[in-house]
């Protein structure tokens, strides 16, 4: 059975990575569709409730599971929904909260599909709020904000945003993959491109329109609900369903339009020296210069064994970044490729752009993310030969690598680090951990993928403290590492749960709350 409403634009968007999440990060499995029996009351009645254009799907639909496509397709982090709401207006959002609030369903929403949290997978039988049909888009004027802003609408990707604002001689802080939601990434801090001279995709941030898990809406901003604010900016997955935000923009100056990017591929040989030198230029790394590492195989080169690809972005002219990484071109890569490209096109020579191929549906993966000071040689010698050792040993998690985010950390750190619920100002580097297979049903892969993401953030972290970007969180971090150590920060995001969600209901994705019990909020001892 389905119920469904036309809708203007009937294309699928497609999904992603690397870097979500979150609170846009559901969807089902590929896996064979599960026997969905539970009873979904009153549904003739929620279709009187919701817009003309608003859409409801329900598993039996042959649309359900494409509908709700994830990058990750394993039990291990997917939910399991029975009803599906498309919203294209705020109050169908609104409505469809009453509705599983009045019928006991859990609830969560979703526009990129990315995250891979395994709270998500304790959603079962409940409903999913799809926000893809909520794209709105707009330029205005603000004299607070002395220029422009954009309203950019929940269920925004990405790429939409980027390619929306560039066309208007705009740009805005944003991830470096193409395919996954604009708000998942905000809600948890998010890194972007740009940050090295404007700060996180959360400090864009000028206010929201969150509804809440009551039905209710409200704006969040420094003038209105400034703690609510303060906690979407870091925290927001746990907090409410953001339908509308409003960011600000910057003017793309005509000499800073074009990117140069330098691709260098090393064997494991070079490591050491490769990462010395790496922590020297990371020490005056200019604001708008981003590195990007990826230890994977390149089938081309060596279709056993991980390769080192190093990447270089540079905001000017080639020449100028020649300049910046001859020391690089002087240890001898195995190949080099180099062009240039615009803010848009960044995410292709990453390979992550909205139709790459990386970007689509990937089976089981599990990425966790950690924060590093420096590049610790010895740890990521260690690191590299684990990786090394499970490739060898296990070939269907030929899919797997290490991603090492080298973002410019100028303009994320003149915010003070108290003004939000981001924790992880101080840290320069972040390391994405991604195991995984394409082998559908496979359970002892994924136990063995799971054995191995363990084991790899082990040796990524080493004797440092552990601090996790949220985005990447998997699920058995504790909520200092993902939070902050200061007890105050825990201590607030809590007291702010008891007042915007006393009932816990966003709770499947990196919950601050691990645990609830008939409508009893978990106590703030927990960790």
Same mark, same amino acid.
């Given at each position: 059975?389905?119920?469904?409403?036309?809708?203007?634009?009937? =294309?699928?968007?497609?999904?992603?990575?690397?870097?979500?999440?979150? @609170?846009?990060?559901?969807?089902?499995?590929?896996?064979?569709?599960?026997?969905?029996?539970?009873?979904?009351?009153?549904?003739?009645?929620?279709?009187?409730?919701?817009?003309?254009?608003?859409?409801?799907?329900?598993?039996?639909?042959?649309?359900?599971?494409?509908?709700?496509?994830?990058?990750?397709?394993?039990?291990?982090?997917?939910?399991?929904?029975?009803?599906?709401?498309?919203?294209?207006?705020?109050?169908?959002?609104?409505?469809?909260?009453?509705?599983?609030?009045?019928?006991?369903?859990?609830?969560?929403?979703?526009?990129?599909?990315?995250?891979?949290?395994?709270?998500?997978?304790? /959603?079962?039988? =409940?409903?999913?709020?799809?926000?893809?049909?909520?794209?709105?888009?707009?330029?205005?004027?603000?004299?607070?904000?002395?220029?422009?802003?954009?309203?950019?609408?929940?269920?925004?990707?990405?790429?939409?945003?980027?390619?929306?604002?560039?066309?208007?001689?705009?740009?805005?802080?944003?991830?470096?993959?193409?395919?996954?939601? @604009?708000?998942?990434?905000?809600?948890?801090?998010?890194?972007?491109?740009?940050?090295?001279?404007?700060? /996180?995709?959360?400090?864009?941030?000028?206010?929201?329109?969150?509804?809440?898990?009551?039905?209710?809406?409200?704006?969040?901003?420094? #003038?209105?609900?400034?703690?609510?604010?303060?906690?979407?900016?870091?925290?927001?997955?746990?907090?409410?369903?953001?339908?509308?935000?409003?960011?600000?923009?910057?003017?793309?100056?005509?000499?800073?339009?074009?990117?140069?990017?330098?691709?260098?591929?090393? =064997?494991?040989?070079?490591? #050491?020296?490769?990462?010395?030198?790496?922590?020297?230029?990371?020490?005056?790394?200019?604001?708008?210069?981003?590195?990007?590492?990826?230890?994977?195989?390149?089938? #081309?080169?060596?279709?056993?064994?991980?390769?080192?690809?190093?990447?270089?972005?540079?905001?000017?002219?080639?020449?100028?970044?020649?300049?910046?990484?001859?020391?690089?071109?002087?240890?001898?890569?195995?190949?080099?490729?180099?062009?240039?490209?615009?803010?848009?096109?960044?995410?292709?020579?990453?390979?992550?752009?909205?139709?790459?191929?990386?970007?689509?549906?990937?089976?089981?993966?599990?990425?966790?993310?950690?924060?590093?000071?420096?590049?610790?040689?010895?740890?990521?010698?260690?690191?590299?030969?684990?990786?090394?050792?499970?490739?060898?040993?296990?070939?269907? /998690?030929?899919?797997?690598?290490?991603?090492?985010?080298?973002?410019?950390?100028?303009?994320?750190?003149?915010?003070?680090?108290?003004?939000?619920?981001?924790?992880?100002?101080?840290?320069?580097?972040?390391?994405? /951990?991604?195991?995984?297979?394409?082998?559908?049903?496979?359970?002892?892969?994924?136990?063995?993928?799971?054995?191995?993401?363990?084991?790899?953030?082990?040796?990524?972290?080493?004797?440092?403290?552990?601090?996790? @970007?949220?985005?990447?969180?998997?699920?058995?971090?504790?909520?200092?590492?993902?939070?902050?150590?200061?007890?105050?920060?825990?201590?607030?995001?809590?007291?702010?749960?008891?007042?915007?969600?006393?009932?816990?209901?966003?709770?499947?994705?990196?919950?601050?709350?691990? =645990?609830?019990?008939?409508?009893?909020?978990?106590?703030?001892?927990?960790?």
């Amino acid at each position: 059975m389905a119920i469904r409403f036309p809708v203007p634009n009937q =294309g699928l968007l497609l999904s992603l990575l690397i870097w979500s999440l979150t @609170y846009t990060t559901l969807a089902t499995l590929s896996t064979p569709q599960h026997d969905d029996t539970l009873h979904i009351p009153d549904i003739h009645y929620l279709t009187t409730l919701l817009s003309p254009s608003a859409q409801l799907l329900l598993p039996t639909d042959p649309n359900f599971n494409t509908t709700l496509d994830r990058w990750s397709t394993s039990p291990l982090n997917a939910p399991r929904p029975s009803l599906l709401i498309l919203p294209t207006t705020e109050s169908d959002i609104s409505h469809a909260i009453r509705y599983a609030n009045s019928h006991d369903l859990p609830f969560l929403a979703t526009s990129g599909g990315h995250g891979m949290n395994e709270y998500l997978s304790d /959603l079962q039988s =409940g409903v999913v709020i799809h926000l893809r049909n909520m794209t709105k888009f707009e330029l205005a004027s603000s004299v607070d904000q002395g220029g422009t802003v954009a309203v950019l609408g929940g269920g925004l990707l990405s790429h939409q945003v980027v390619e929306g604002l560039w066309r208007e001689g705009k740009q805005t802080v944003m991830g470096m993959c193409g395919c996954v939601s @604009y708000s998942g990434p905000a809600l948890g801090g998010g890194h972007g491109t740009l940050q090295g001279r404007y700060g /996180l995709i959360a400090d864009q941030m000028v206010s929201a329109r969150v509804v809440l898990g009551n039905g209710r809406v409200v704006v969040a901003s420094e #003038e209105e609900n400034k703690d609510l604010f303060w906690a979407l900016r870091g925290a927001g997955h746990n907090f409410g369903v953001v339908s509308e935000f409003t960011v600000r923009v910057h003017d793309v100056e005509e000499n800073r339009r074009n990117w140069a990017w330098e691709r260098f591929v090393f =064997g494991r040989e070079r490591l #050491e020296e490769l990462y010395t030198l790496a922590n020297e230029m990371m020490e005056d790394q200019p604001e708008l210069v981003n590195v990007f590492s990826s230890w994977r195989i390149l089938e #081309e080169l060596d279709p056993t064994q991980p390769m080192i690809v190093f990447i270089v972005f540079y905001n000017g002219p080639m020449e100028a970044s020649r300049e910046y990484t001859h020391p690089i071109h002087d240890i001898g890569p195995v190949d080099y490729r180099s062009g240039i490209t615009e803010l848009p096109g960044i995410d292709e020579v990453l390979d992550i752009g909205a139709n790459e191929p990386q970007c689509q549906s990937q089976g089981t993966v599990l990425m966790r993310g950690v924060y590093v000071d420096r590049y610790e040689i010895d740890a990521l010698r260690h690191l590299f030969d684990l990786l090394s050792d499970m490739l060898a040993t296990e070939p269907a /998690l030929a899919n797997s690598r290490c991603v090492l985010e080298g973002y410019s950390v100028q303009g994320v750190q003149a915010v003070p680090s108290d003004s939000t619920a981001f924790a992880h100002r101080d840290k320069k580097l972040l390391f994405a /951990l991604i195991v995984g297979h394409r082998v559908v049903g496979n359970s002892t892969l994924d136990r063995d993928a799971e054995r191995w993401s363990k084991t790899l953030e082990t040796a990524a972290v080493g004797s440092a403290e552990r601090r996790v @970007y949220v985005n990447y969180a998997l699920g058995d971090e504790s909520l200092q590492a993902i939070y902050g150590y200061e007890p105050w920060r825990l201590q607030r995001l809590r007291a702010l749960k008891r007042k915007y969600d006393p009932n816990n209901r966003f709770k499947f994705f990196a919950p601050i709350l691990r =645990g609830v019990i008939d409508g009893i909020m978990a106590t703030e001892t927990q960790t």
